[in-house]
């Protein structure tokens, strides 16, 4: 009897690979769903405690990671998008402070500030207050948490010395989220293209 040309081929049986979240909360695991009726196309969302990428049945490991980092970094970045105000900014701050620094830095205020175009963050020991540059706002939440903690820890530290720097060695994304604020500064320094014009 011939094949029905109408008729797909079923899926391969679903593979899905839970592993430690790259973007989003540090302890978020992630499952990736393959599938042979998705061609091209990647997508991701979060489904309770976990988040959940779907990706083509073809796609090679290295795609797959690749893309996982890739979707993780955009969700994260639609949630910061989502604006933190000052009161959550606190809230995030206490709660970075208890998870990586003993709860020992406890600022007195935390807020965003739209002054700030030549630093990410700035902290006053003496008044016990961080402020954050407006200009975090929409990027991955990794990158945010790792600048907060960072003005956390000169609450502690002043300087910029061995201690302050063995403070933030708890932290998972301290380089990643060093080297994605570089890339963005360096970004910003690249000659302009003119607009092309339009007839």
């Known amino acids: ?77 639609q949630e910061s998008r989502r604006k933190l105000g000052d009161s959550e900014l606190a809230e995030r701050a206490e709660r970075l402070s208890e998870q990586f620094l003993d709860g020992r830095a406890r600022p007195a205020t935390v807020r965003w500030v739209t002054n700030q175009n030549t630093r990410w963050g700035s902290c006053t020991p003496a008044e016990g207050s961080i402020r954050l540059s407006h200009r975090l706002q929409g990027m991955p939440e990794y990158v945010v948490d790792y600048v907060l903690l960072h003005e956390l820890a000169h609450l502690l530290v002043p300087g910029h010395g061995q201690r302050f720097w063995q403070l933030l060695e708890s932290y998972p994304r301290t380089e990643r989220a060093r080297g994605y604020l570089e890339g963005v500064v360096a970004a910003e320094r690249l000659p302009q293209l003119p607009a092309a014009r339009t007839e």
């Open 1 to 77: 009897m011939p094949a029905d040309p109408l008729r797909r081929a079923a899926d391969p049986p679903r593979r899905t690979a839970t592993r430690p979240a790259t973007g989003g909360p540090a302890t978020s695991p992630v499952e990736v769903r393959r599938s042979s009726r998705r061609r091209r196309t990647v997508s991701a969302y979060r489904e309770g405690d976990r988040t959940v990428v779907l990706i083509p049945a073809r796609m090679s490991e290295a795609e797959e990671r690749r893309w996982v980092t890739v979707m993780l970094d955009k969700l994260a970045a």
